[in-house]
T-cell receptor, first 115, second 112 residues
Framework: DTGVSQNPRHKITKRGQNVTFRCDPI?????LYWYRQTLGQGPEFLTY????????KSRLLSDRFSAERPKGSFSTLEIQRTEQGDSAMYLCASSLDGPATTEAFFGQGTRLTVV | DAKTTQPPSMDCAEGRAANLPCNHSTISGNEYVYWYRQIHSQGPQYIIH???NNETNEMASLIITEDRKSSTLILPHATLRDTAVYYC?????????????FGGGTRLMVKP
């Protein structure tokens, strides 16, 4: 297994367009997380799945954001009507079930630029 | 989760030990200390975690003070590839998943 895979690595879009990112977690990991990171800041938690169930959503996840994990494997994060403030690195992570001491493995992220 | 305080940046000479401090004075008894690092243009990478005992693995050592109000991550022989932002995170170990709260971290620059 090559780790957490995210596609695309880079995305440039015009303001108002919709974008969708994909995350493929490590195959046996049933937990999947999305984070957002703006320049010079640490990552911020957005949402978390256990299998196909979305269990937590941050208040950062506005109505324009939606995440799915339909079969408990890969996940997609869609942003509708993008705004310039959505420009950031979107990171996906996965982990095994268990206590929070289980380490999270991060992908390399998708860098979104809204022009 | 308890808040952490880290210096914004540090330098270290290649081959020397890098000692990265973290203050977590409001830590609770059931909260663990985690360290992750983020190399430029990559996602964060887990390094080590501990509760109250010192811990060591192939990457680093973690020293937690007896009162648990601070800790130090030690990279024993820093290399240029250790240049990264290092995040100290404190959180409860439960089954609620890895919803990590990252602060600003310490930008470690390893110099030749």
């Amino acid at each position: 297994d090559t780790g957490v895979s995210q596609n695309p690595r880079h995305k440039i879009t015009k303001r108002g367009q919709n974008v969708t990112f994909r995350c493929d977690p490590i195959s046996e990991h049933n937990r999947l997380y999305w984070y957002r990171q703006t320049l010079g800041q640490g990552p911020e938690f957005l949402t978390y799945f256990q299998n196909e169930a979305q269990l937590e959503k941050s208040r950062l996840l506005s109505d324009r954001f939606s995440a799915e994990r339909p079969k408990g494997s890969f996940s997609t994060l869609e942003i509708q009507r993008t705004e310039q403030g959505d420009s950031a690195m979107y990171l996906c992570a996965s982990s095994l079930d268990g206590p929070a001491t289980t380490e999270a493995f991060f992908g390399q992220g998708t860098r979104l630029t809204v022009v | 989760d308890a808040k952490t305080t880290q210096p914004p940046s540090m330098d270290c000479a290649e081959g020397r030990a890098a000692n990265l401090p973290c203050n977590h004075s409001t830590i609770s008894g059931n909260e663990y200390v985690y360290w992750y690092r983020q190399i430029h243009s990559q996602g964060p990478q887990y390094i080590i975690h501990g509760l109250k005992n010192n811990e060591t693995n192939e990457m680093a050592s973690l020293i937690i003070t007896e009162d648990r109000k601070s800790s130090t991550l030690i990279l024993p022989h820093a290399t240029l590839r250790d240049t990264a932002v290092y995040y100290c995170i404190v959180r409860v170990a439960n089954n609620a998943g890895n919803m990590l709260t990252f602060g600003g971290g310490t930008r470690l620059m390893v110099k030749p």
